[in-house]
Protein backbone atom coordinates (compact mmCIF):
# COMPACT_ATOMS: atom_id res chain seq x y z
CA UNK A 1 0.00 0.00 0.00
CA UNK A 2 1.28 3.79 -1.06
CA UNK A 3 2.10 5.61 1.90
CA UNK A 4 0.41 9.02 2.01
CA UNK A 5 2.19 12.36 0.70
CA UNK A 6 2.84 14.19 4.33
CA UNK A 7 1.00 17.01 1.87
CA UNK A 8 -2.26 18.00 -0.07
CA UNK A 9 -0.50 20.68 -2.25
CA UNK A 10 3.20 21.33 -3.63
CA UNK A 11 4.83 24.09 -4.78
CA UNK A 12 7.91 23.21 -6.92
CA UNK A 13 10.52 25.93 -7.58
CA UNK A 14 12.54 24.32 -10.91
CA UNK A 15 9.68 22.33 -12.04
CA UNK A 16 9.96 23.02 -16.16
CA UNK A 17 12.36 20.61 -16.58
CA UNK A 18 15.33 18.13 -15.42
CA UNK A 19 14.55 16.65 -12.04
CA UNK A 20 11.82 19.22 -11.00
CA UNK A 21 9.25 18.20 -13.60
CA UNK A 22 9.80 14.54 -13.68
CA UNK A 23 8.80 15.32 -9.82
CA UNK A 24 5.65 17.23 -10.71
CA UNK A 25 4.58 14.40 -12.93
CA UNK A 26 5.57 12.17 -10.06
CA UNK A 27 3.29 13.54 -7.19
CA UNK A 28 0.47 14.35 -9.58
CA UNK A 29 0.06 10.86 -10.12
CA UNK A 30 0.37 10.06 -6.60
CA UNK A 31 -2.45 12.66 -6.39
CA UNK A 32 -1.26 16.12 -4.70
CA UNK A 33 -2.08 19.16 -6.24
CA UNK A 34 0.68 21.27 -7.58
CA UNK A 35 2.07 24.92 -7.80
CA UNK A 36 4.56 25.07 -10.88
CA UNK A 37 7.85 27.83 -10.71
CA UNK A 38 10.32 28.49 -12.61
CA UNK A 39 11.34 31.35 -15.01
CA UNK A 40 10.18 30.00 -18.20
CA UNK A 41 6.58 30.61 -18.16
CA UNK A 42 6.05 28.91 -21.72
CA UNK A 43 7.10 25.28 -20.22
CA UNK A 44 5.27 25.46 -17.00
CA UNK A 45 2.19 26.43 -18.90
CA UNK A 46 2.75 23.28 -21.12
CA UNK A 47 3.04 21.20 -18.18
CA UNK A 48 0.07 22.72 -15.83
CA UNK A 49 -1.72 21.67 -19.15
CA UNK A 50 -0.92 18.34 -18.56
CA UNK A 51 -1.28 17.39 -15.41
CA UNK A 52 -4.58 17.02 -12.69
CA UNK A 53 -4.40 20.12 -10.81
CA UNK A 54 -1.64 22.27 -11.14
CA UNK A 55 -0.67 26.12 -11.95
CA UNK A 56 1.72 27.79 -13.34
CA UNK A 57 3.48 30.68 -11.65
CA UNK A 58 6.91 32.01 -12.67
CA UNK A 59 9.29 33.26 -10.58
CA UNK A 60 12.87 34.20 -10.22
CA UNK A 61 14.53 33.07 -7.42
CA UNK A 62 17.39 35.82 -7.50
CA UNK A 63 14.82 38.64 -6.96
CA UNK A 64 13.08 38.58 -3.32
CA UNK A 65 10.66 40.79 -5.18
CA UNK A 66 10.02 37.98 -7.56
CA UNK A 67 9.97 35.20 -5.00
CA UNK A 68 7.56 37.50 -2.78
CA UNK A 69 5.10 38.45 -5.71
CA UNK A 70 5.06 34.00 -6.47
CA UNK A 71 4.59 32.66 -3.13
CA UNK A 72 1.36 35.32 -2.74
CA UNK A 73 0.45 34.20 -6.35
CA UNK A 74 0.41 30.56 -5.31
CA UNK A 75 -1.79 31.10 -2.68
CA UNK A 76 -2.49 28.01 0.29
CA UNK A 77 0.28 25.44 -0.23
CA UNK A 78 1.53 22.74 2.56
CA UNK A 79 4.32 21.27 0.61
CA UNK A 80 7.57 22.93 -0.56
CA UNK A 81 10.45 21.62 -2.49
CA UNK A 82 13.64 23.34 -3.74
CA UNK A 83 14.41 22.30 -6.96
CA UNK A 84 15.85 25.02 -9.02
CA UNK A 85 19.43 25.15 -9.64
CA UNK A 86 22.46 26.77 -11.88
CA UNK A 87 25.46 24.82 -13.18
CA UNK A 88 28.80 25.11 -14.86
CA UNK A 89 31.65 23.03 -14.21
CA UNK A 90 34.59 25.21 -13.15
CA UNK A 91 38.04 24.57 -11.84
CA UNK A 92 40.18 27.21 -9.55
CA UNK A 93 42.56 27.25 -12.53
CA UNK A 94 39.85 28.57 -14.99
CA UNK A 95 38.26 31.01 -12.57
CA UNK A 96 34.59 32.64 -14.16
CA UNK A 97 33.00 34.94 -11.28
CA UNK A 98 29.85 35.45 -13.08
CA UNK A 99 29.06 31.83 -13.48
CA UNK A 100 30.46 31.45 -9.39
CA UNK A 101 27.92 34.22 -8.90
CA UNK A 102 25.33 32.80 -10.56
CA UNK A 103 25.37 29.30 -9.37
CA UNK A 104 25.75 31.05 -5.31
CA UNK A 105 22.98 33.49 -6.32
CA UNK A 106 20.22 30.43 -7.46
CA UNK A 107 21.35 27.71 -5.55
CA UNK A 108 21.69 29.08 -2.30
CA UNK A 109 20.51 32.90 -2.05
CA UNK A 110 17.77 31.86 -4.41
CA UNK A 111 16.73 28.62 -2.44
CA UNK A 112 16.72 31.61 0.93
CA UNK A 113 14.83 33.82 -0.52
CA UNK A 114 12.29 30.82 -0.97
CA UNK A 115 12.42 30.01 2.23
CA UNK A 116 12.27 32.93 3.58
CA UNK A 117 8.51 33.05 2.12
CA UNK A 118 7.63 29.43 3.19
CA UNK A 119 9.10 28.62 6.31
CA UNK A 120 7.23 31.74 8.10
CA UNK A 121 3.89 30.45 6.56
CA UNK A 122 4.56 26.78 7.88
CA UNK A 123 5.72 27.86 11.18
CA UNK A 124 2.17 30.39 11.82
CA UNK A 125 0.17 26.94 10.64
CA UNK A 126 2.36 24.50 12.69
CA UNK A 127 2.16 22.36 9.07
CA UNK A 128 4.34 21.73 6.37
CA UNK A 129 6.79 19.67 4.17
CA UNK A 130 9.95 20.80 3.54
CA UNK A 131 12.78 19.13 0.20
CA UNK A 132 15.46 21.02 -0.31
CA UNK A 133 17.28 19.04 -3.38
CA UNK A 134 21.37 18.89 -2.87
CA UNK A 135 23.78 17.04 -4.52
CA UNK A 136 26.74 14.69 -3.51
CA UNK A 137 29.03 17.15 -4.56
CA UNK A 138 27.76 19.02 -1.25
CA UNK A 139 29.44 16.62 0.96
CA UNK A 140 33.30 17.47 0.32
CA UNK A 141 35.42 19.31 -2.21
CA UNK A 142 35.94 17.63 -5.60
CA UNK A 143 37.32 18.75 -8.90
CA UNK A 144 35.76 21.64 -11.40
CA UNK A 145 33.30 21.76 -8.80
CA UNK A 146 34.14 25.69 -7.85
CA UNK A 147 30.79 27.67 -7.11
CA UNK A 148 28.51 24.35 -7.37
CA UNK A 149 29.68 22.51 -4.71
CA UNK A 150 29.82 25.21 -2.57
CA UNK A 151 26.04 26.83 -3.02
CA UNK A 152 24.95 22.54 -2.55
CA UNK A 153 26.62 22.31 0.44
CA UNK A 154 25.23 25.61 1.97
CA UNK A 155 21.55 24.44 0.69
CA UNK A 156 22.10 21.07 2.56
CA UNK A 157 23.46 22.42 5.64
CA UNK A 158 20.16 24.99 5.24
CA UNK A 159 18.27 21.60 5.87
CA UNK A 160 20.01 20.70 8.89
CA UNK A 161 19.16 24.22 10.43
CA UNK A 162 15.71 23.70 9.64
CA UNK A 163 15.41 20.45 10.73
CA UNK A 164 16.75 21.06 14.35
CA UNK A 165 14.91 24.11 14.47
CA UNK A 166 11.85 23.02 13.65
CA UNK A 167 11.98 19.81 15.41
CA UNK A 168 9.39 20.86 18.03
CA UNK A 169 7.11 21.78 15.46
CA UNK A 170 4.98 19.48 12.59
CA UNK A 171 6.72 20.65 9.63
CA UNK A 172 8.63 17.82 8.07
CA UNK A 173 12.34 19.16 6.88
CA UNK A 174 14.26 16.97 4.18
CA UNK A 175 16.93 16.84 1.61
CA UNK A 176 17.88 14.78 -0.83
CA UNK A 177 21.21 14.61 -2.92
CA UNK A 178 21.58 13.24 -6.37
CA UNK A 179 24.25 12.10 -7.88
CA UNK A 180 24.43 12.50 -11.80
CA UNK A 181 21.35 13.16 -13.95
CA UNK A 182 20.45 13.52 -17.44
CA UNK A 183 19.59 17.00 -17.68
CA UNK A 184 21.03 20.08 -20.23
CA UNK A 185 23.22 20.96 -17.51
CA UNK A 186 24.82 18.29 -16.70
CA UNK A 187 25.14 17.47 -20.42
CA UNK A 188 28.10 20.43 -20.18
CA UNK A 189 30.48 17.65 -18.57
CA UNK A 190 33.26 16.33 -20.20
CA UNK A 191 34.12 13.25 -18.01
CA UNK A 192 32.21 10.29 -17.54
CA UNK A 193 29.52 10.37 -15.33
CA UNK A 194 28.88 7.27 -13.27
CA UNK A 195 25.46 5.48 -12.71
CA UNK A 196 24.05 8.82 -14.58
CA UNK A 197 20.19 8.91 -13.96
CA UNK A 198 17.28 9.57 -16.32
CA UNK A 199 15.30 12.54 -14.42
CA UNK A 200 12.41 10.35 -13.85
CA UNK A 201 14.79 7.61 -11.53
CA UNK A 202 15.55 10.07 -9.59
CA UNK A 203 12.39 11.26 -8.69
CA UNK A 204 11.79 7.79 -8.14
CA UNK A 205 14.18 8.03 -5.42
CA UNK A 206 12.90 11.54 -3.91
CA UNK A 207 9.79 9.91 -3.89
CA UNK A 208 10.96 7.03 -2.33
CA UNK A 209 13.08 9.43 0.92
CA UNK A 210 9.70 11.28 1.06
CA UNK A 211 7.49 7.92 1.90
CA UNK A 212 10.61 6.39 4.49
CA UNK A 213 10.09 10.28 5.79
CA UNK A 214 13.95 10.65 6.27
CA UNK A 215 15.77 13.50 7.01
CA UNK A 216 18.68 13.19 4.33
CA UNK A 217 18.99 10.11 1.15
CA UNK A 218 21.58 10.24 -1.13
CA UNK A 219 21.60 8.13 -4.59
CA UNK A 220 22.06 6.49 -6.32
CA UNK A 221 24.04 3.14 -4.80
CA UNK A 222 26.86 2.20 -4.69
CA UNK A 223 27.88 5.32 -6.40
CA UNK A 224 26.48 7.69 -3.62
CA UNK A 225 28.37 5.56 -0.49
CA UNK A 226 31.88 7.15 -1.83
CA UNK A 227 30.03 10.35 -0.65
CA UNK A 228 28.52 9.25 2.33
CA UNK A 229 31.53 7.16 3.63
CA UNK A 230 33.81 9.82 2.29
CA UNK A 231 32.99 12.27 4.86
CA UNK A 232 34.49 10.31 7.62
CA UNK A 233 37.27 9.66 5.62
CA UNK A 234 40.92 11.70 5.31
CA UNK A 235 40.20 14.41 2.81
CA UNK A 236 43.88 12.92 0.92
CA UNK A 237 42.00 9.62 0.58
CA UNK A 238 38.51 10.91 -0.57
CA UNK A 239 39.81 13.31 -3.03
CA UNK A 240 42.22 10.22 -4.18
CA UNK A 241 39.08 9.14 -5.63
CA UNK A 242 38.94 11.54 -8.22
CA UNK A 243 42.61 12.42 -9.21
CA UNK A 244 41.64 11.34 -12.84
CA UNK A 245 39.81 14.60 -13.40
CA UNK A 246 42.16 16.68 -11.84
Avoid at 175 to 196: S, V, Y
Wanted: charged share 20%; proline share 4%; with cysteine.
Amino acid sequence: MTKSLPAKRYWIIGASEGLGRALAEALDARGAALVLSARSGDKLEALAGQLRDAKAVTVDVTDPASVARAAEEAGDFDGFIYCAGAYDPMKATAWDGDAARLMVNTNITGGLNALGEVVPRFVEKNTGHIMLIGSLSGFRGLPGAVGYGLSKAALMHTAENLRIDLSKTDILVQRANPGFIKTRLTEKNDFKMPQLMEPETAAEHVLYAIDKRRFSYSFPKPFSLIFTVGQHLPLSWFQGFFKGLV
